[in-house]
């Protein structure tokens, strides 16, 4: 389910504002989100996770 809410997250970026490729990409991503939710009980289980530097200056937030 990651890998497959990661593709259409890239698709949806690709896809015209509004295409029938845009509002199948979000559907499928309120699909995904739904069903991650009702199996672990976080709908965000797959979002995608901040990236930082191990030396802490890719705006890690202060107090993490």
């Known amino acids: 389910m990651e890998e497959c809410r990661s593709a ?11 295409s029938e490729g845009a509002i199948a990409c979000r559907e499928l991503l309120t699909v995904l989100d739904n069903l991650a939710g009702a199996l672990t009980g976080d709908h965000r289980r797959f979002w995608s ?15 993490d």
């Open 8 to 18: 259409a997250v890239r698709a949806i970026t690709r896809a015209p504002i509004g």
């Open 49 to 63: 996770k901040p990236h930082y530097t191990p030396e802490g200056g890719g705006g890690r937030p202060v107090g």
